[in-house]
């Protein structure tokens, strides 16, 4: 791929396939990115390792789920399962792909879900994730939570429900980070031509200053921007911005940033919003 107007190079997003309707969201998001970027595909499917020796224990049991009869689980059985997700997840990667027109790959790993994850994203340049793997609470998912704590690579968190036809959400402080994360929603947001800013400033001239240079910046790219700006960087005063905002994906980051990282890694983790975390 030649070199983006954004600094962000994207050649190879890595998705993370477990059949579950968060992994589907992800793999949607991810390959309406890629074929933005021109980028490659690479799905992962993870075989959990715990999962097969908890089978092996004899006291292991299951609620089957179209007889809700409980039975003992079985090694065997849970190989065939997990064989047929495996060949679902390809299923589904293949279809999505062709529908966009992109080149992919595919492959299934054994071992700790979070630890395989993490080392098949070093192959890649952006990780996109379900937030949660299956029906449960909004809460991020442990292998969300591990690659946001863990990878040095952008990480995509979707939820189910396409975001980009909505204005992209971009929160911005002035900081090296956060012109990172401009460049990146700017780009992603010249789809719709609509960009909402959370500016984050120490006072209202401060603010004003940073909206004034963020104009000035994207005039040539005619975008619609909306600001508002955050008198908090916390997690209610960013929850309350965002659903005054009703927009779609979140762009922000996490490095070189004047907002608080735990701050940031609270709002991943208890907002249930489509989210690229830019590094």
């Known amino acids: 791929m030649n070199q983006s107007p954004h600094k962000l190079l994207i050649r190879r997003i890595l998705v993370a396939l477990d059949g579950s309707p968060h992994s589907q969201a992800a793999l949607e998001a991810a390959a309406h990115l890629a074929e933005l970027l021109r ?94 793997s299956h029906a449960g609470p909004p809460r991020l998912g442990s292998t969300a939570k591990t690659a946001v704590a863990q990878t040095s690579r952008p990480v995509l968190l979707m939820r189910p429900g396409l975001p980009f036809a909505q204005p992209i959400l971009l929160v911005y402080d002035g900081s090296p980070g956060a012109e990172r994360a401009l460049e990146v929603a700017a780009y992603l947001a010249g789809e719709n031509g609509r960009l909402q800013v959370l500016l984050w400033a120490e006072n ?42 009703g927009t779609g994906l979140m762009v922000l980051s996490d490095t070189n940033t004047r907002l608080p990282t735990a701050v940031v890694h609270t709002l991943l983790e208890e907002l249930d919003h489509p989210i690229l975390l830019v590094r």
């Open 204 to 245: 209202a001239q401060q603010a004003l200053a940073q909206e004034e240079a963020i104009r000035q910046s994207q005039q040539p790219k005619g975008l619609n921007l909306q600001f508002r700006r955050l008198t908090q960087p916390d997690v209610a005063n960013f929850a309350y911005l965002v659903r005054l905002s």
């Open 39 to 132: 980028a490659e595909l690479m799905g992962v499917f993870v075989e959990d390792v715990n999962l097969l020796r908890l089978a092996e224990l004899p006291f292991a049991q299951e609620v089957r789920r179209h007889t809700a009869t409980i039975e003992k689980l079985e090694v065997r059985y849970l190989h065939r399962q997990l064989q047929r997700q495996a060949e679902q997840a390809q299923a589904d990667l293949k279809r999505v792909a062709n529908a966009h027109a992109l080149s992919a790959t595919f492959r299934v790993a054994r071992g700790p879900v979070s630890a395989e994850v993490l080392a098949a994203a070093l192959e890649a340049d952006l990780l996109a994730l379900g937030r949660i």
